[in-house]
């Protein structure tokens, strides 16, 4: 009995040592990993995690966050959710990231807290939508006011006739929706033809846009064009008429260039897209925050371009600009 104790022991010995130092040389080696490798960690927080114009955005940052060895973090609600977005820009805040970039909000707790992050020494910029009131570093995105005015224009020039327009906006309390209607609105008050009769509201999701048109189609005879503000829309709009279908198909316009946008245009169901370039968007927000860090300060506004988009312009599902556009 002693015997086998005394074997047990020698064999336990040897075995809890090897457990020890291999555990010892395991965490050693993960934190080597989680240390080292970048020299800044910038989160992004977006709007929505699965939206395909957002992971355009992370995609541009990433890029420009290779080049400059930045861990980006790629954060935010699973579905369009403000307090959901604030609380996650806190914790980016309390995680004491090097940076943070992020949808400008109008949500007064949005000002407080960028102004949290400024007392931890943690630069925010806003992207996509501004907020010049919060106090945030700089803005990088497209102008939304001249965007909806280029629409504005665009509807003018394409079309003949009176025109009884209705628009769907993403949500009326998002800054750059309404900046993008005023602009619109705007621009088609020079023209008597052309008027607004109605403004309904997606939820920025393609099954809301898709209600929303199939109502208004449903409560008004007259209308002749549809202007959506926001990235799915124009999608939901097609939807809504494919299943309404009207007597004489309104004019569609629709807003950036989603992949399943730009089908829709070759299709000849959506008319003409407002570009803006969120890979762009991302690019430069990433590259301006680096920059400030290399103490360059940079200059508070800068505008993305923005284009209009149509059946001419695309070949096999691209954009296809001819030299100097």
């Known amino acids: ?36 490798m970048y020299d800044y960690h910038f ?3 977006t709007e929505e995690v699965g939206n395909n114009y957002w992971r355009f955005i992370e995609k541009g940052a990433k890029q420009a966050a290779e080049q400059h060895n930045i861990y980006l973090e790629y954060v935010g609600p699973k579905v369009t959710d403000t307090d959901e977005r604030l609380d996650t820009l806190d914790r980016m805040i309390a995680a004491n990231v090097d940076a943070i970039i992020t949808k400008g909000m109008s949500d007064p707790r949005f000002r407080q807290l960028v102004q949290k992050a400024k007392e931890h020494n943690i630069p925010v910029a806003t992207i996509d939508t501004d907020n010049e009131t919060s106090g945030r570093d700089f803005y990088v995105g497209t102008d939304n006011f001249e965007a909806g005015y280029l629409a504005g224009k665009t509807l003018i020039e394409e079309t003949e006739g009176e025109q009884k327009v209705v628009t769907i906006i993403g949500l009326k309390d998002a800054q750059n929706q309404m900046e993008r209607l005023e602009g619109f609105e705007e621009a088609i008050s020079q023209e008597k033809r052309i008027e607004l009769v109605a403004v309904a509201e997606s939820n920025i999701t393609e099954l809301g846009a898709a209600d929303a048109t199939y109502q208004l189609l449903k409560s008004r005879s007259d209308i002749t064009a549809i202007f959506g503000i926001s990235a799915l829309d124009g999608m939901g709009i097609v939807q809504a008429i494919s299943e309404f279908q009207p007597t004489t198909s309104p004019y569609v316009l629709a807003f950036d260039i989603l992949p399943e946008t730009l089908s829709l245009i070759e299709d000849d169901k959506i008319q003409a897209t407002i570009a803006q370039y969120p890979e762009e968007m991302g690019k430069k927000a990433v590259e301006e925050m680096y920059q400030l860090y290399q103490n360059d300060q940079p200059e508070q506004i800068h505008h993305t371009k923005t284009g209009v988009i149509m059946k001419e312009d695309l070949m096999n599902g691209e954009v296809f600009l001819k030299e100097g556009e």
């Open 1 to 36: 009995m002693l015997r086998k104790i005394f074997f047990t022991i020698l064999f336990l010995i040897p075995f809890s040592l090897m457990l020890y130092y291999g555990k010892e040389t395991f965490y050693i080696d993960q934190q080597a990993a989680s240390e080292q």
């Open 43 to 45: 989160a992004l927080v």
